[in-house]
């Protein structure tokens, strides 16, 4: 199994910038992917930016793309996403999230294994 942390959520402005990261342990040489989903109140979790582990290739959300930029450093088997230009409607808790067997597709939650307690990014207007 793999555990997951993560850290560098917050309370930010509206156009502000936050950045979170998740730190990977346990059987981390079976990680193919990671990435980060997030759930508003009232809605379902929906899927925000991954990384394939080995090549770095990104996949992003639409509502997300252009602003959010996902990244790896594999050594230190951590992710991150820098979240610029936030705003309201990106309020909810985020949670970082590992796929231990390869998949056609890491836009889906059930592609992942291994989850994150969550961290809660709140943007003010």
């Known amino acids: 199994q793999v555990q997951l942390v993560e850290s560098g959520g917050g309370l930010v402005q509206a156009g502000g910038s936050l950045r979170l990261s998740c730190a990977a342990s346990g059987h981390t040489f079976k990680i193919y992917a990671m990435g980060w989903f997030r759930q508003a109140p009232g809605k379902e979790r929906e899927f925000v930016a991954a990384?394939?582990?080995?090549?770095?290739?990104?996949y992003y959300a639409d509502s997300v793309r252009g602003r959010f930029i996902i990244s790896r450093d594999n050594g230190k088997n951590t992710i991150f996403v820098q979240m610029n230009s936030l705003k309201p409607e990106d309020t909810a808790v985020y949670y970082c999230?590992?796929?231990?067997?390869?998949?056609?597709?890491?836009?889906?939650?059930?592609?992942?294994?291994?989850w994150g307690q969550g961290t809660q990014v709140t943007v003010s207007s």
């Open positions: 999230a590992a796929a231990q067997v390869y998949s056609p597709n890491y836009y889906s939650d059930r592609s992942y294994g291994s």
């Open positions: 990384v394939s582990w080995g090549g770095g290739y990104p």
